[in-house]
């Protein structure tokens, strides 16, 4: 069973730093794609960054680009969203969620993680506050 935990949210004033994690169980994590999503207040959700664990390849959406990191530590199944500089828009609930990005039926295909309809795996949210 595919479990996701996601954890390091809270409150921070504009300009701060924070690290979210996301700890994974339950399948092999170097096949899988894990992204980080977020939803505002009155908002669709949307990806963010996301990571192909097998060749850690990675992809920054234009919002978070140049603030917001994604890393993988993969001897201890955990995914880090390390976010910088960060503004009351950022404001959210942010998920981690998994897909199993190499294809079983053929593993020389590995899908890209930033295809965000794939993602059938999710964690629990984790609330950022950016104060102004």
């Known amino acids: 069973e595919v479990q996701l935990q996601a954890s390091g949210g809270g409150l921070v004033q504009t300009g701060g730093s924070l690290r979210l994690s996301c700890a994974a169980s339950g399948f092999t994590f170097d096949d899988y794609a894990i992204g980080w999503f977020r939803q505002a207040p009155g908002k669709e959700r949307e990806g963010v960054l996301c990571?192909?664990?097998?060749?850690?390849?990675?992809y920054t959406a234009d919002s978070v680009r140049g603030r917001f990191t994604i890393s993988s530590d993969n001897a201890e199944n955990t995914v880090y969203l390390q976010m910088n500089s960060l503004k009351p828009e950022d404001t959210a609930v942010y998920y981690c969620?998994?897909?199993?990005?190499?294809?079983?039926?053929?593993?020389?295909?590995?899908?890209?993680?930033?295809?965000?309809?794939?993602?059938?795996?999710w964690g629990q949210g984790t609330l950022v506050t950016v104060s102004s």
């Open positions: 990571i192909s664990i097998k060749d850690s390849s990675v």
């Open positions: 969620a998994a897909f199993r990005a190499r294809d079983p039926a053929n593993w020389r295909v590995v899908y890209y993680c930033n295809d965000w309809t794939r993602y059938n795996d």
